[in-house]
């Protein structure tokens, strides 16, 4: 359990106090993951299929490194190849997998909603692994991990999030956690792109990029998710990468030395940031990535039944 979670689905449904359960246990976990044997027994016996019904990089492989760090056994499940080709369900492939009994659903799905339902029909705990432009909770716990772990805290810092918004699950996550977390959040991109109503969920919005990002202790740049739009929400790349993109110059120009860059990857290179800015000094995104397996190290243990007083014992 993370705290009264029985299933990490979405961060809308976390506590500060279950957010910051999960962010601490990560600093442990990121300790066993920083040892020359990175493997510890905490979930020896226990499994964790993942099922991912869209691509990933990222969050497939963190997720199987970070059961095997805990001793678990990792299934790697992919739609391409099962039968869902010849017609079965997203329930039904979920309780046939879980009537080999795995202790962890991990669940990526194109619907927005997907890894709700699939919860609701099994009894071992779920995790989205991102679901449609709903959320992508265990992205939105590696950046507030990213971010403390850098600048010492959350509370009373501004966090730019820039790009489309609107497909976006990360900023989701991202805006759930961090405004719970006290720090201050200001959404910028194209209008087409930004929500209507989204400033009720406690943050500020503006079309201009350098009102942004000016004086944040942090920026995430977002890729604009292709995949989800259905007609061209920007008149064209150039147009979008001239005003929302960050480039050296912009950097240098605009934001705070010590300003950390963020993006979730992957990183359409020369459209939101420049490669001098993606690899540049400010830049974090391969930190998000390694903090990434320890914060699914944190969830898997949790969920799987471990005791948060052993684990930083
Ligand atoms: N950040 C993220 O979700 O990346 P992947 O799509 O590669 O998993």
Not at 24 to 29: E, G, I, N, R
Not at 239 to 252: I, P
Not at 271 to 288: K, M, N, R, W
Request: proline share 5%; with cysteine.
């Amino acid at each position: 359990m993370i705290g009264r979670q029985r299933h990490c689905i979405a961060l809308e449904d976390f506590s500060r106090e279950e957010l910051l359960l999960v962010l601490d246990l990560a600093v442990s976990m990121k300790e066993v993951l920083l040892r020359p044997i990175k493997k510890v027994p905490s979930l020896r016996g226990k499994s964790v299929v993942n099922l991912f019904f869209e691509a990933s990089t990222r969050t497939r492989s963190s997720f199987e490194i970070a059961a095997k760090v805990l001793s678990a056994d990792a299934l790697n499940w992919t739609s391409a190849s099962s039968s869902v080709t010849k017609g079965e369900t997203l329930v039904d492939t979920a309780r046939n997998l879980e009537a080999m009994r795995p202790d962890v659903l991990v669940i990526r799905h194109s619907a927005g909603g997907a890894p709700g339902l699939v919860a609701q029909h099994v009894n071992c705990a779920v995790v989205s692994a991102g679901d449609g432009a709903h959320e992508h909770p265990t992205q939105g716990l590696l950046d507030c991990f990213t971010i403390r772990e850098r600048l010492g805290s959350l509370e009373g810092k501004t966090l730019a999030i820039v790009g489309d918004i609107s497909h976006s699950r990360v900023a989701r996550s991202d805006l759930h956690a961090f405004t719970k977390l006290g720090t201050t959040v200001r959404l910028c991109g194209p209008p087409t792109m930004i929500p209507a109503g989204v400033e009720q969920m406690g943050c500020t919005v503006t079309h201009d990029l350098r009102t942004a990002v000016e004086g944040a202790d942090a920026v995430v740049m977002l890729r604009i998710q292709h995949e989800r739009i259905g007609d061209p929400l920007i008149p064209n790349t150039r147009e979008y990468s001239r005003l929302w993109g960050l480039n050296a110059r912009k950097a240098a120009d605009w934001l705070k030395p010590s300003a950390l860059i963020l993006h979730p990857g992957p990183i359409n290179r020369g459209v939101e940031l420049s490669p001098d800015v993606a690899d540049g000094p400010h830049s974090v995104i391969l930190d998000q990535v390694q903090n990434g397996v320890a914060v699914r190290m944190a969830i898997l243990y949790l969920l799987a039944g471990g005791d948060p007083a052993e684990a930083k014992a």
